[in-house]
T-cell receptor, first 105, second 115 residues
Framework: GQSLEQPSEVTAVEGAIVQINCTYQ??????LSWYQQHDGGAPTFLSY????GLEETGRFSSFLSRSDSYGYLLLQELQMKDSASYFC??????FGKGTRLHILP | GAGVSQSPSNKVTEKGKDVELRCDPI?????LYWYRQSLGQGLEFLIY????????KSGLPSDRFSAERTGGSVSTLTIQRTQQEDSAVYLC?????????????FGSGTQLSVL
């Protein structure tokens, strides 16, 4: 079957750095995306990796290792507004169950 | 439009009734996707349109679910003979094209409650 695994919850302190991991098992792979969803809101695009390596977009970075079927999202200088759920997705159609990020002041 | 628009935002229906959910994608976006999200869960892919064609409808959970897209724009998702397990938020997303690098823009969803 096809699946994505990511932690259900992560807690971090404001101003710190947090990493959210995602491992996938899919038949066919084109790219790994990350989306943010605040409670009651629509998912919004954060980042995309098609090739191995790190992609940086402001405070957010995303990493992919195709050989390990693994990626992560790195959030730096955490702000309270980053409290949300984060989803990894493969090929735009297979989504993980999401990681709820709690940020402590 | 400026963003992806979905209607209605909320729908309460009785078990056994049919419902239609509408999605207006961003103008010029050729790819359109439907997903379902149950409370606290991830997104479950339902169907993908490229233009008016649906090359991937593998996620439709049963033959009670159908979708169409007309004029390469508006799409409707129809659920016939609704069941309580159909209760969820139905999300629509569009992207400029079908390429994997093209990011998805989501609507705010339709919260469907089947009583």
């Amino acid at each position: 079957g096809q699946s994505l695994e990511q932690p259900s919850e992560v807690t971090a302190v404001e101003g710190a750095i947090v990493q959210i991991n995602c491992t996938y098992q899919t038949s066919g792979f084109y790219g790994l995306s990350w989306y943010q969803q605040h409670d009651g809101g629509a998912p919004t695009f954060l980042s995309y990796n098609a090739l191995d390596g790190l992609e940086e977009t402001g405070r957010f970075s995303s990493f992919l290792s195709r050989s390990d079927s693994y990626g992560y999202l790195l959030l730096q200088e955490l702000q309270m507004k980053d409290s949300a759920s984060y989803f990894c997705a493969v090929n735009k159609i297979i989504f993980g169950k999401g990681t709820r990020l709690h940020i402590l002041p | 439009g400026a963003g992806v628009s979905q209607s209605p935002s909320n729908k309460v229906t009785e078990k056994g009734k049919d419902v239609e959910l509408r999605c207006d994608p961003i103008s010029g976006h050729t790819a359109l996707y439907w997903y379902r999200q149950s409370l606290g869960q991830g997104l479950e892919f339902l169907i993908y349109f490229q233009g008016n064609s649906a090359p991937d409808k593998s996620g439709l959970p049963s033959d009670r679910f159908s979708a169409e897209r007309t004029g390469g724009s508006v799409s409707t998702l129809t659920i016939q003979r609704t069941q309580q397990e159909d209760s969820a938020v139905y999300l629509c997303a569009s992207s400029l094209g079908p390429g994997q690098r093209e990011k998805l823009f989501f609507g705010s969803g339709t919260q469907l409650s089947v009583l």
